[in-house]
């Protein structure tokens, strides 16, 4: 923190820490803790299965036991992603679906829910194209809580976390169970908001869930990481929830929602996603 900045927090009684906690994000993580609750994470790509279900899907996925949403930013290429969640993508860009066109849809969410976070979650390639600072301008402006992009490597994101920062939106980052020690010291220094770990190798949709080695490594990265930690991969029914919100902060969804939307006609999108959620929202409470 430079020495003007620091005189200006001390003369205005603020610091980054109170930044930090007027976010979304933190307030959340807050009152869940209060509650002796884990926090419930659906991931959707937007656009999937066209731009118009979109925000009724984000409110419905709310009304049935959301309480942070990570939006996928289609693209072509998703190489950290399985067949399931690249389908997504696939469907989206078929409507030719933009950054620009998600940051419009959440500006739209906003208008009628301005306390559910929000997280976007994506590639480097349309981040790189409309550049860091616009792109994080924008992304304040409409209502973005976090954001995370699977290429960018905690070592060189510096520039990257500190144009977020200076807009008040959580860089989040990704651990797994093949991240060396030096990157997980790393990540403790540069996250924000919570740390998402991938409970498997390989891309989304992978099963074969190890609890225990779950357990094992949470206990590890807690040893570093102060933030919320929420656990995906591998979570396709209330009992694997139930079974990691015991473990974790919070329990990531994706997948197991696409394949629902996959298999539903776009009138059935919204009631079927939505007792999907349910269902996972009452598994988590009963820890």
């Known amino acids: 923190m430079s020495f003007i900045k620091s005189l200006l927090n001390f003369l205005s009684g603020s610091s980054d820490t109170d930044v930090k906690k007027s976010n979304r994000i933190a307030k959340t993580f807050n009152i869940l803790k209060s509650q002796n609750r884990k926090a419930l994470i659906p991931f959707i790509t937007a656009g999937d299965p066209n731009p118009q279900v979109t925000v009724p899907l984000m409110h419905q996925l709310v009304h049935s036991g959301a309480n942070i949403i990570e939006l996928g930013v289609p693209f072509s290429d998703p190489m950290a992603d399985g067949p399931t969640i690249q389908r997504s993508s696939e469907r989206a860009l078929k409507h030719h679906v933009s950054l620009n066109d998600v940051l419009d849809m959440v500006n739209e969410f906003r208008k009628t829910d301005s306390r559910t976070p929000i997280v976007l979650m994506g590639y480097a390639n349309p981040i790189e194209a409309m550049g860091y600072g616009s792109f994080a301008a924008k992304a304040k402006q409409c209502g973005i809580d976090g954001v995370l992009i699977v290429d960018y490597p905690p070592e060189e994101s510096e520039k990257w976390v500190e144009c977020l920062d200076q807009q008040g939106i959580d860089a989040i980052f990704l651990l797994s169970p093949t991240t060396p020690q030096q990157r997980i010291e790393q990540v403790a220094k ?70 629902e939307i996959e298999k539903s006609t776009e009138a059935e999108i919204l009631d079927k996603g939505g007792n999907l959620l349910n269902t996972l929202r009452k598994a988590i409470d009963e820890n």
């Open 190 to 259: 540069v996250a924000r908001g919570y740390v998402y770990y991938v409970s498997l190798k390989g891309v989304t949709g992978a099963s074969h869930l190890d609890l225990q080695d779950v357990s094992d490594m949470l206990a590890k990265l807690r040893q570093h990481i102060s933030l919320p930690i929420g656990v995906g991969f591998g979570i396709r029914d209330g009992a694997t929830a139930k079974a990691v919100a015991s473990l974790a902060d919070a329990v990531v969804v994706g997948s197991r929602i696409i394949e």
